[in-house]
């Protein structure tokens, strides 16, 4: 059969624009069917296939639940923020905001065309001031928060209790405590440097062999001031929430496994002639007679203070040589052990022997307490490292069924399974796990060490604190200001939202700030009483925006709320949302945990 696409498709099209035929109903009474796609970033080359490809599977899904009498929402809209529209306008003087108007433009041109059944009168754009106002107002949130442990739950900062002896201290104390506590926090943070570009880089644009992707130069560790978003600590609830989710088990194995729940406990080891306790974290506390030496990471805070004068010079060097590297190239078994002795020993509390402390890379500073104490006999890291270095093994776990048992028991094999405990007492300390097995060996010694005040079971989440800043222009400012003397305050809510000033140029400022750094008018604020402040520089990362999109849809042209609360109850959850895998840990974890927070609120 002949079908004339000049023809028929532009006439429906028009009728359909024309009527608003797929205009979502503000009827309540009939079921709801919430469909979603993952909008796109309109990048000036227009639509790709895979664009399409989703967006159709959904869109005969809308039609179809339309029919079945459904009230169905069908969005869409554009996740515009990112670095190509600022780098066009590095080179062109464009501003970001054109050449974002115009792809979006071309975008919703294109989707038109296909004939794809949305509700264009919700179209949302997260560059838009009328929805990053509310981006803004969610970091608000997010600072004026805190976790509370106990209830697993997200709670206005102004509820948090204020320990007696931090009272004590005065009001830095208490502001100090309450930073710690809030999810969202301006720290020293770790990030990729190219001094030649004066930029930070994102890890993507970091090659292999350490060089930035666009000038080759060699990017080296730098630490910046940053804003950090608290995540790990709703790790529990995160990670819990996945058994009720109706989502691919792939997808929510990836979130688990990047969410990294590990079970153990902190124990504290006294520095031989230093009177200060190093701290570490181990998963297991039972093979604490089989720790031969510890570890540092080489960007440990006690670092400097527990290296000895003579070990200085190697100890710096071989830091130096580590801010060269990614965490991935540190942590690769396959790849050789480095490391240095620090000069100094560290007394193990369950034997009173005095074991070395070693500064190598394989520890990272990001996990745990950034120190562990090695036990070579049984883990596989440790094994190499003390192999490379002449450390001695201790086994004490007798693998009663293994093939090569006289290789074990003599050191000269790593054995990382249940057996049963020996050389594993000391009448000294009164500590004795012989005979036991992994699971009792754990609990009696995390006891013992509890009952001494030396260490304490903790839970661990591989997940880290979410860097959530970036050095650029086209970003959501954060609505913030730093003023002369330390304090920092957020932007009133009927000052947002804030808006990116206009600029001519948009390069970076000087020592890697982003461009906002230059917009002096914009940059410089005095208070009432002539206080002097900037404000931050950063913007945020372009997850933001995507983080709580969904919830806007559902009233988009609010602006008196975020969403009013009766339509969030009609229309949430989203029933079907559709993308690509690749966001499995990054946008669907980061909106599940900004979910939670605002629920908690
Ligand atoms: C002693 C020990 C003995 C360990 C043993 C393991 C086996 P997961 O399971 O991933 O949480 N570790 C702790 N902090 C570290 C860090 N910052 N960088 C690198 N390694 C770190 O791993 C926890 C285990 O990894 C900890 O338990 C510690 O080594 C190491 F037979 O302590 B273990």
């Not at 932007?491 to 461009?515: A, I, N, R």
């Amino acid at each position: 059969m002949d079908y004339n696409f000049a023809e028929i498709e532009p006439k429906w099209q028009k009728y359909w624009e024309e009527n608003k035929t797929f205009k979502t109903e503000e009827d309540y009474s009939k079921p709801k069917y919430y469909i979603l796609d993952m909008f796109p970033y309109p990048s000036g080359a227009g639509l790709h296939v895979g664009h399409p490809e989703g967006y159709t599977a959904t869109d005969i899904l809308s039609r179809y639940k339309r029919m079945k009498g459904f009230n169905v929402l069908h969005p869409m809209g554009y996740d515009a923020y990112g670095l190509p529209a600022e780098q066009y306008a590095m080179q062109t003087g464009t501003h970001p905001a054109i050449t974002t108007q115009k792809n979006c433009d071309n975008f919703r041109r294109q989707i038109k065309a296909i004939g794809l059944s949305y509700d264009w009168d919700r179209e949302i754009n997260t560059t838009d001031p009328k929805y990053f106002k509310w981006t803004q107002w969610i970091f608000k949130q997010l600072y004026n928060t805190w976790f509370d442990d106990e209830l697993q739950k997200g709670r206005p900062i102004s509820e948090l209790p204020i320990p007696e002896n931090i009272k004590t201290n005065g009001i830095e104390a208490v502001k100090t405590y309450i930073g710690k506590k809030r999810l969202a926090y301006y720290d020293n943070a770790q990030v990729w440097w190219c001094d030649s570009c004066k930029t930070v880089c994102a890890n993507e644009e970091v090659l292999t062999d350490g060089a930035h992707e666009k000038c080759g130069n060699q990017v080296i560790r730098k630490n910046l001031k940053q804003w950090l978003l608290r995540i790990p600590q709703y790790g529990e609830r995160l990670l819990q929430g996945l058994d009720t989710l109706d989502w691919p088990t792939g997808v929510k194995d990836m979130q688990r496994n990047w969410i990294g729940k590990s079970t153990g406990a902190e124990v504290d080891f006294e520095i031989d002639g230093l009177n200060k306790k190093l701290r570490v974290y181990t998963t297991r506390p039972d093979t604490l007679f089989g720790a031969t030496y510890m570890v540092i990471a080489p960007e440990h805070k006690m670092l400097d203070e527990i290296v000895t004068a003579d070990k200085k010079e190697a100890v710096e060097r071989y830091i130096n040589a580590a801010a060269l590297k990614s965490d991935l190239d540190r942590t690769d078994l396959a790849k050789e052990k480095t490391g240095v002795f620090t000069g100094r020993y560290a007394i193990n509390p369950v034997n009173n022997q005095l074991i070395p402390i070693w500064v190598a890379d394989y520890v990272l500073t990001g996990y745990g307490t950034g120190a562990i104490m090695a036990v070579p006999a049984h883990d596989t890291r440790d094994f190499e490292f003390a192999k490379e270095f002449n450390i001695p093994v201790i086994c004490i776990l007798d693998p009663k069924q293994a093939e090569n048992r006289e290789e074990i028991l003599a050191g000269n094999a790593c054995w990382t399974e249940d057996g049963e405990y020996i050389n594993s007492a000391s009448t000294e300390t009164g500590l004795d796990i012989n005979g036991l097995n992994k699971t009792a060996g754990i609990e009696k010694t995390v006891k013992w060490l509890e009952s001494r005040n030396i260490g304490e079971a903790t839970v661990n989440f591989r997940l880290r604190d979410w860097l959530f800043s970036r050095q650029r222009y086209w970003g959501e400012p954060f609505p913030v200001i730093h003023w002369e003397d330390g304090e920092v305050t957020l932007v009133e809510d009927e000052d947002l939202p804030l808006q990116l000033p206009e600029m001519e140029k948009y390069s970076p400022g000087d020592s890697g700030e982003s461009p906002l750094a230059n917009a002096h008018d914009w940059l410089l604020v005095t208070d009432k009483n002539g206080r002097k402040g900037r404000r931050e520089t950063n913007t945020m990362p372009q997850w933001a925006g995507s983080c709580w999109y969904y919830l806007r849809y559902i009233d988009p042209n609010n602006t008196e709320n975020i969403f009013d609360i009766k339509k969030e109850q009609y229309w949430m959850p989203v029933d079907l949302y559709v993308g690509g895998a690749e966001h499995a840990v990054f946008h669907l974890l980061y909106s599940r945990f900004w979910h939670k927070v605002l629920f908690d609120l």
